[in-house]
């Protein structure tokens, strides 16, 4: 499974993957051509990846084989244990919610999930959350808190579920609680865009004292086809509302809406989970060393005056 514009690196991949194979069981000479192969694949997708429309990053972020929160939660940390229930209504699956260590040290985890397959895509809701999981997640921020331990999350949803039962269980209410209860936290906070960041769904997560994002995810108000209904009534004009919209991880360090951009081994994530998640380790190592080491005062400051700035802007 693969974008148009991968065809060439997808069949790479394939010859590689059959060669190693043969190495594995004892065809030695093939040695010298998987080498040049795995050369000739870092040197394509290295031109592929660096030269990519915002529309094309859209596609990156939304590709089927790539990492989701579960995947990072086995590669990343240890002895994750998942709690399940808004205790009001019902256990959301479009959000995992739990407690882990990482390096050593207890951390809670909350983010969105959109699942593997079909199957688990129907149960996950597609990675669209209803109010009981953001209510999930805030019993779950407040519980951390309690107990004094760093908050990260992970962003990956189209938004949230706009469905009736979801308006009628208070979908708005749910998503402000939650950015609400970020913004004061009295505990460290990272969040983390793996994917798609749409909109509200993708904020309730967000409000965070460090916010990264992958070098191929995006995070914005609208998605470029609900832009390109609004603005032109016409879907065939999604790259230009893509462009327009500035929701790559680039334009959005360039104006200050993310603290970081996370780079991607071989251009894009779905290539190598383990590569990639020890890039993520790394950021996450980083950020939570430099924002444990502050005052709790200093901490709840900085983070509220982050978001009060921002679209700040002087006349000249």
Known sequence: MYLEFEKKLFELKEKIDNLKTLYKMGSKEVEGELRKLQREFREKAKKIYSDLSPWERVQLARHPKRPHTSDYIKLLFKNFVEL???RRYADDKSIIAGFAYFRGEPVCIIGHEKGKNLQERKERNFGMPH???YRKAVRVMKLAERYRMPIITFIDTPGAYPGIGAEE????EAIAESMLTMGYLKVPTVAVVIGEGGSGGALALGVADRVCIMENAYYSVISPEGCAAILWKDQGKVKEAAKALKLTAQDLYRLGVVDCVIREPFGAAHWDYTKTARVLAYTL???????CSKELSTLLEERLNKFKNLGAYEEV
Do not use: A
């Open 84 to 86: 399940h229930g808004d």
């Open 131 to 133: 109010p009981e999981g």
């Open 169 to 172: 269980r208070g979908q708005s």
């Open 285 to 291: 190592k980083k950020c939570l060393k430099e924002l």
